[in-house]
């Protein structure tokens, strides 16, 4: 059995008119870890999570989850994985509780039993008393539960999360913040895009820098941003610290020859 959750070798992708997204990305992500994806806009990011959850057409290289390749046992691969877009995309339309059981049925459970799945993780996500009312009125961050809900339903060993708190209050991403570590505490593997530093510092134990779709750095926060970067300080010198890493500096916790 492989230990890896996610491993990518070789990934590139040019989309049309030559504009390159991944030049020989390399990438191990261990199984039960909680990993950040980092990296300015044009990255690449999405386009590896489009990859891994078979969004984007794979043009070199190969990408194993948990040992399965997801173009040649889709099946295998994919039904052990999660995935939380950045974009809202369920039908606003249809209630709460259909989105979930149709989401469940689509990964083979039967409808008992996916009634049951969409009550707990209703339930867990706090939907629980808006089971019947379709989501057009809920807000951002509701929203947001209804997508992480929708994707635990079927009891991912891998969760992929394409900037989950983009756009929330304080409030709801500490929220967000609570049940992912509960989820990766209970076993769960998390693979994380976001852009905000300190959701990098302080829920990661590693994190990927992409920059021009090469991965320039895969580290713990500590090396990345510095030795307080875990200690809920220094907030202010994230961004210098990131910035410098992108312009091609060493990582903070890095020792010079």
Known sequence: MSQAAIELQGLHKTYKGGQPALAGVDLSVPRGAFHGLLGPNGAGKSTLIGLMTGLVRLEAGS?????????????????????VPQEVNFNSFEPINEIIETQAMYYGLPRRRARERTRVVLERVGLEERTTRKPWGLSGGMKRRLMLARALVHEPELLILDEPTAGLDVEARRDTWALLQELNTAGTTILMSSHYLEEMRDLCQTVAVLKEGRLI????PERLFGADAGSGTGDQGLETRFLRLLEGGEPEGEEKP
Do not use: I, K, M, S
Not at 63 to 74: I, K, S
Not at 217 to 220: I, L
């Open 217 to 220: 750095a895969n580290d713990t």
């Open 63 to 83: 990408v194993r989850l948990f040992g399965h390749d997801p173009e040649r046992d889709p099946v295998a691969a994919r039904r052990r994985v999660g995935l």
